[in-house]
Structure formats: structure tokens, C-alpha cells
């Protein structure tokens, strides 16, 4: 892994760019280096585009790491406020928090935004198990 890691410290340096920092990162994290790891992914989180954005999130809710997936969801937001799939990302963090009411809300604005029925119908089965209490990850 110390080996890994030196080989993505010289790819950041020749390409410096989300995906390039978040395998840094995940050799940090390997090797137990989780405050570098954290740092280097705040640094790579304002360099990745939306859908990068949601993916780490919906990763780090598979991990279990719920707390870091709505920084990363929270960022997407800032970055790229008002578009479907950042405030489907919010909601899919939410309701891992169990907070399904804020979620449902985010749902709401990702349907009125989402551009094609395939989607939109998932979105509105979602918000049912939402109003159910359910959780849509």
C-alpha cells in the first residue's frame, strides 16, 4: 500500500483532479491515515462534477459513513444547487440519517427538475416509501 500511495501522490502531481485524489485517498485510508485522507478528499470534493459528487456520496453510504456522505452531498449542492440529481443525492442522505421528511422534500424538488419520466418515476415510488418511513438506499 506505501507503494500505491506513492504512485498516486505522482499522479496527482501530473493530473490533478477528483478521481486522482480520491485514490490517494483510499491508499491514505489503507495504510490508516485517516486524517490525510479525509483532507485529501476535501480537497479533491470541490474539483469533482456532479455526478462524481453523487457517486463518492451513495459510496460512502454503502460504507456506512453517512456523516462524510452528506459533506459530500452538501458540497454537491453548493456547487451545483438547484438540479435533480444533487437534491436526489441530499435526499438519499437524509434518509439514511432517518430524517424522511427533509428527504421527501428533496425528493419533491429532484421530480420538478428531473427531465424524463424513467426517473421520475422512480423518484415518486421513493418518496411513497419515504412517507412509509423507509429508507431509498
Not at 4 to 9: C, I, Q, S
Not at 59 to 73: C, H, N, R, S, Y
Not at 114 to 120: A, E, L, M, W, Y
Request: one cysteine or more; aromatic letters at 8%; charged letters at 30%.
Amino acid at each position: 500500500m506505501e507503494e500505491a500511495l506513492e504512485w498516486a501522490k505522482l499522479a496527482v502531481t501530473m493530473d490533478h483532479q477528483f478521481q486522482t485524489l480520491k485514490v490517494k485517498a483510499a491508499a491514505e485510508y489503507a495504510l490508516g491515515k485517516k486524517i490525510e485522507a479525509e483532507a485529501t478528499m476535501k480537497e479533491a470534493m470541490p474539483l469533482a462534477n456532479i455526478f462524481e459528487l453523487h457517486s463518492y456520496g451513495r459510496q460512502l453510504i454503502t460504507e456506512g459513513k453517512v456523516d462524510q456522505a452528506m459533506e459530500a452531498f452538501k458540497t454537491n449542492a453548493k456547487l451545483h444547487p438547484n438540479t435533480w440529481p444533487v437534491n436526489y443525492g441530499m435526499a438519499r442522505g437524509l434518509s439514511a440519517k432517518g430524517e424522511y421528511a427533509k428527504a421527501a422534500e428533496f425528493l419533491k424538488k429532484a421530480e420538478a427538475n428531473c427531465p424524463d419520466d424513467v426517473n421520475r418515476e422512480i423518484i415518486k415510488k421513493n418518496i411513497e416509501k419515504l412517507n412509509r418511513k423507509e429508507d431509498i438506499n
